[in-house]
């Protein structure tokens, strides 16, 4: 057992709780979970301010969960690259980095999380089949709340890079997150039963949503984020299970895609479970070469998840105001509001509205969509 060097941070009052003293070894190859759990235990069972610190160097962690409740504040400074096993068995974990039950936790540094996705992007079978593996998160977080994330790269992810569940009150700002375009499912921030969440001053490259909103979403601010590539910031897809939760107020502001397939999306499967969206607020946002900048989908369906045509969406989609939306398309249907057949969306607001498309007149297609248009409306507004 190694002690602790006690080090008053001036600025955060915080005992610091260093891993190499724990006995981590920065040589990218030694695991290092024993160490990390060391340092976190002891940090987190401490009283008052405490922080483990990371330093730079890169250091090989397997799998590893961080719980509390701690006895108080606790920071996780990451300066150097924390980097994933690539060793198969655990591929079925799900998680990389657990942080679990956590208050006033802060995580932040200018150091990067490698998921090592290359090695387990090809055991992906989630465009095959609807229950899939889930090949591991990195950064996953599960009931964390009055928190916060700040400064890290997240490069590389397995599959999705940031989970939130059961979180409140957590603001992420100034991270960046990087997968290849054609990566499977790294979604960049996935959240599910998470309420009061903020993200801002971010950029999220990846091969799916840059962030999604499942179930439970609830008071979900996001501005100054760029995205691309990706696929956009989606809510949903909805609809899947009986008994999903509503997802309402989610604002996007100020924030830019650049080349993704989709901007700002809502979709739903063509199923019979019910659920609620509603007040949903989308303005100033940049649209840059985007397939879909404007996109709901209630007839959302892959193979072997529904039967093509065959049910309505119950999801009751109402009160979604698209306000200052400028830039290119690179699909004829810049404006796409597909709702649903038995519970037609209600109170859309489609307001200053600029998008052209590269190839001609952009257009914008209704089916069941109620609501009205203001100001400015190119394309022509189908409401
Ligand atoms: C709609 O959502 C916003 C947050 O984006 C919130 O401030 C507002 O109170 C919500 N309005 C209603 C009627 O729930
Ligand atoms: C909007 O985003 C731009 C950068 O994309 C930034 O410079 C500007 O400060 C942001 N405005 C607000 C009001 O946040």
Redesign the pocket.
């Known amino acids: 057992m190694f002690s602790f060097v006690f080090v008053v941070n001036v600025e955060a009052q915080a005992a610091v709780f260093d891993v190499v003293r724990y006995g981590a070894v920065a040589d990218g190859k030694t695991d290092n979970t024993k160490a990390f759990s060391e340092a976190w235990n002891q940090a987190c069972q401490t009283r008052g301010s405490t922080m483990v610190l990371i330093p730079k160097g890169t250091y090989l962690l397997n799998p590893i969960i961080f719980e509390g409740p701690c006895k108080g504040r606790t920071g996780f400074s990451i300066q150097g690259t924390l980097k994933a096993s690539t060793d198969k068995q655990y591929f079925g974990l799900g998680y990389w980095i657990n942080f679990r039950y956590v208050n006033d936790l802060a995580i932040d540094g200018r150091g990067s999380l490698d998921g090592q996705g290359p090695s387990a992007w090809p055991y992906n079978s989630c465009s095959k089949a609807s229950s899939c593996r889930v090949l591991p998160t990195s950064l996953k977080l599960d009931f964390i709340t009055n928190s916060i994330v700040n400064g890290i790269t997240l490069i590389d992810s397995k599959q999705v890079q940031i989970n939130l569940f059961a979180c409140q009150g957590l603001k992420i700002s100034n991270v960046k997150i990087q997968a290849p375009a054609d990566s499977p499912n790294t979604d960049g921030i996935h959240m599910g039963k998470s309420i009061d969440i903020e993200i801002f001053n971010s950029e999220i490259s990846t091969g799916d949503d840059c962030i999604s909103l499942s179930p439970g979403s609830r008071n979900i601010n996001v501005?100054?984020v760029?995205c691309g590539p990706g696929h956009g910031i989606s809510v949903g897809s909805l609809g899947k299970g009986p008994d999903e939760d509503d997802v309402e107020a989610l604002a996007v502001r100020?924030s830019?895609f650049v080349g993704t397939e989709n901007g700002v999306r809502v979709k739903t499967w063509a199923t019979n479970y019910p659920s609620n969206v509603r007040n949903l607020t989308y303005d100033?946002i940049h649209m840059v070469n985007v397939r879909n900048p404007i996109i709901i989908d209630q007839k959302y369906c892959l193979t072997g998840n529904c039967k093509q045509g065959s049910s309505s969406s119950q999801v009751q989609i109402r009160d979604v105001k698209f306000r200052n939306i400028w830039g290119d398309s690179t699909s004829e249907v810049a404006v796409d509001l597909e709702c649903s057949q038995s519970r037609p969306c209600q109170g859309i607001e489609l307001n200053n509205i600029d998008l052209v498309y590269n190839k001609g007149p952009a257009r914008s297609y209704c089916s069941n969509a109620g609501g009205v248009a203001l100001g400015r409306q190119t394309p022509p507004s189908c409401l």
């Open positions: 501005h100054n760029l100020n830019t100033q």
